[in-house]
């Protein structure tokens, strides 16, 4: 017998969901997604730059 006819003979094709996640998926694993870093305190200029465009972007649309 081919695939085919053992996949009609069988009653289709059974697809399966995603494994779970582990208890610790929502933790952070990289240094860029600290407080620290986002907010530019750890001392690097770069941080320092780029959390002054975060702010600048969050506080574009708020009402003065």
Do not use: L
């Not at 620290?36 to 959390?51: D, I, L, N, R």
């Amino acid at each position: 017998m081919s695939d085919i006819d053992e996949i009609i003979a069988g009653g289709g094709i059974v697809f399966r969901g995603a494994p779970k996640q582990a208890p610790n998926a929502g933790k952070v694993k990289t240094k860029a997604k600290k407080k620290k870093y986002v907010t530019g305190a750890h001392g690097s200029g770069s941080a320092k730059q780029k959390a002054k465009y975060r702010e600048q972007r969050a506080n574009r649309h708020k009402k003065r």
